[in-house]
């Protein structure tokens, strides 16, 4: 099992450009997540999802959207980037239930310049 | 809202010395869990506690949850140099997403 995969690792943008960071989980596992990353800070849940065609919004949700089509993928989406969004960016699932130990990608390494 | 918070934020020390992070939360948790972040990687699942009091050892890492269930702590013994890294909790509150603390980082130098 590949577990959970992002896509791209790295990526520079300029302000106001957009872009999709992948997400797919191939563990069949219900809820998915996304954070964000900044030094010190901890981790922050930009958006989640408790299911296919269910999303619902974290603790920092301004500035991107989700969709679910699938169980498999979460895609976040940057419509409008600003220096603010350079980050690193984690996508996770867990399986069943939301208090269940989540499994995470190796990240998106996000710089908007 | 919920917070969980951690301290210390760095912490370096010789290896072979012991370390302890603590994690308090402003309210009651249903569980807590703590992960470890390698430089450069992402987190990576370590245990859950549920049960108020719980103590549980994982080889030189004890982990205990408190009686209150609003505080935690990560020991780890002899620390080794594979030990770098950050170590959050993350504390689960029925109705709410995971809280993140921010972390503590730890540096060992042989």
């Known amino acids: 099992n590949a577990g959970v995969t992002q896509t791209p690792k790295f990526r520079i943008l300029k302000i106001g450009q957009s872009m999709t960071l992948q997400c797919t989980q191939d563990?069949?596992?219900?809820?998915m997540y996304w954070y964000r990353q900044d030094p010190g800070m901890g981790l922050k849940l930009i958006y989640y999802?408790?299911?296919?065609?269910?999303?619902d919004k974290g603790e920092v949700p301004n500035g991107y959207n989700v969709s679910r089509s699938t169980t498999e993928d979460f895609p976040l989406r940057l419509e409008l980037a600003a220096p603010s969004q350079t980050s690193v960016y984690f996508c996770a699932s867990s399986y069943i239930t939301m208090d269940q130990p989540q499994h995470f990608g190796d990240g998106t390494r996000l710089s908007i310049l | 809202g919920q917070q969980v918070m951690q301290i210390p934020q760095y912490q370096h020390v010789q290896e072979g010395e012991d370390f302890t992070t603590y994690c308090n939360s402003s309210?009651?948790?249903?569980?807590i869990q703590w992960y470890k972040q390698r430089p450069g990687g992402h987190p990576v699942f370590l245990i859950q506690l549920v049960k108020s009091g719980e103590v549980k050892k994982q080889k030189r890492l004890t982990f205990q949850f408190g009686e209150a269930k609003k505080n935690s702590s990560l020991h780890i013994t002899a620390t080794q140099t594979t030990d770098v890294g950050t170590y959050f909790c993350a504390g689960f509150q029925a109705g709410t997403a995971l809280i993140f603390g921010k972390g503590t980082t730890l540096s060992v130098s042989s």
């Open positions: 563990m069949n596992h219900n809820y």
């Open positions: 309210t009651t948790l249903s569980n």
């Open positions: 999802s408790v299911g296919a065609g269910i999303t």
